[in-house]
Structures are given as C-alpha cells and as structure tokens.
T-cell receptor, first 111, second 113 residues
Framework: RKEVEQDPGPFNVPEGATVAFNCTYSNSASQSFFWYRQDCRKEPKLLMSVYSSGNEDGRFTAQLNRASQYISLLIRDSKLSDSATYLCVVNMYSSASKIIFGSGTRLSIRP | DAGVTQSPTHLIKTRGQHVTLRCSPISGHKSVSWYQQVLGQGPQFIFQYYEKEERGRGNFPDRFSARQFPNYSSELNVNALLLGDSALYLC????????????FGPGTRLTVT
C-alpha cells in the first residue's frame, strides 16, 4: 500500500461545478499536510496548507480528518484555469523529515 | 523578490557520467529540499537540508548526494548515471523544516542516454 494515495482521475467537470478530491495517508505520525497544483511540465505551486480546523482560501477549502487519515480539497465555482494536476503532500517530521507526495489527481474543466 | 532558482535548465548526460545540479533558495529561507519527478508521478523526496545539515533522506541509492553551503544554496550530485535517472529534478526552499511551506524552483530536466 502506498503511503499517500490519490485518485488519479482524470476528473472532467463543467465550468462552474464543484469538485472534491481526497487523499489518504497511511502513517498516523504524519504531522503537516499541503495541497499543490502542477501545470503540465511546470513545477508544483503551493495551493494551501491544511490545518486541523480546516481552512479556506477563496474558492478552495481544505480539510483534515486525522481519525480517518485523509485530507480533502474542495473547489467551488471551478474555472477553466483550475485545470491542472493536484498533488497532496504529507510531511512526517520527527527527528528527520520524510516528505511524501501523492501521484496527483488530474482535473480538466470544460467550457 | 527572486524565487527559487535552479541551474542548469536542461542537461544531457551519458550513462556512467556524473552530474551536479544547483539550487538557490528564496532569500531568508534556510532549508532546501531536493526531489525527483518522472512523468506521471508525484515528486519523490531525495534530501532535505537545513543550516547545512542533512535533516531528511528519501529512498535513493548512495549515488545521490547533496550539500548545502553557508549562503544556503545547495548542490545535488548524482554519480554513475543510469538511464532511469532521467527525470525532472526539483529544488524547494522553506524557512525551516517540519510544517513550513515549500516553494519550488522550475527544475532541471536531466536526460541520460
């Protein structure tokens, strides 16, 4: 079993739709969580950190469920420019860092 | 302000050769991490350095090594290149280790022939 798993998609949704992604992690010692987006042949760009209380940034909402060991990303009123691959990241830092990216979920927004 | 910079942008090497990749972090950031990304996968963690000390290591062979300099820039070295080392090598900088957000450079695309 992979330490961090994402549905690879692709998710193909119409503009204006709401779409949600989940990301599960296997190690309960995981401490910090992030969502990144990556456009084709570009570097990942930080979308948002994920806090235990949940957090929102405009049309984007991130949630953490430690009991079930998953994080989620909700995108409301999706735009064409949201088309990208979304990567979840888990950092299991204790005495040393272990940073694990999921394989990514591809999202395509159609007009 | 300048973001994370990496050099070179592209590189072609032959099997068995050695390569050195370079990264300069965002000003004020003291931690640099290195990742390998192959097509269709998420970045794979190679190393993290903070204040010139290794603070994390992924599951990569000893052919991979890195170091961080007093100005917080970093080098990733790969010896005895294999065809499978062909990938995009990404550098990310952060203020520290742990919960700090990482910001990525544009990457170095390495092709091994």
């Amino acid at each position: 079993r992979k330490e961090v798993e994402q549905d690879p998609g692709p998710f193909n949704v119409p503009e204006g739709a709401t779409v949600a992604f989940n990301c599960t992690y296997s190690n309960s010692a995981s401490q910090s969580f992030f969502w990144y987006r990556q456009d084709c042949r570009k570097e990942p760009k930080l979308l948002m950190s994920v806090y235990s209380s949940g957090n929102e940034d405009g049309r984007f909402t991130a949630q953490l469920n430690r009991a079930s060991q998953y994080i989620s990303l909700l995108i409301r009123d999706s735009k064409l420019s949201d088309s990208a691959t979304y990567l979840c990241v888990v950092n299991m830092y204790s005495s040393a860092s272990k940073i694990i990216f999921g394989s990514g979920t591809r999202l395509s927004i159609r007009p | 302000d300048a973001g994370v910079t990496q050099s070179p942008t592209h590189l072609i090497k032959t099997r068995g050769q050695h390569v050195t990749l370079r990264c300069s972090p965002i000003s004020g950031h003291k931690s640099v991490s290195w990742y390998q990304q192959v097509l269709g996968q998420g970045p794979q963690f190679i190393f993290q350095y903070y204040e010139k000390e290794e603070r994390g290591r992924g599951n990569f062979p000893d052919r991979f090594s890195a170091r961080q300099f007093p100005n917080y820039s970093s080098e990733l070295n790969v010896n005895a290149l294999l065809l499978g080392d062909s990938a995009l090598y990404l550098c990310a900088s952060s203020l520290g280790v742990g919960a700090y957000e990482q910001y990525f450079g544009p990457g170095t695309r390495l092709t091994v022939t």
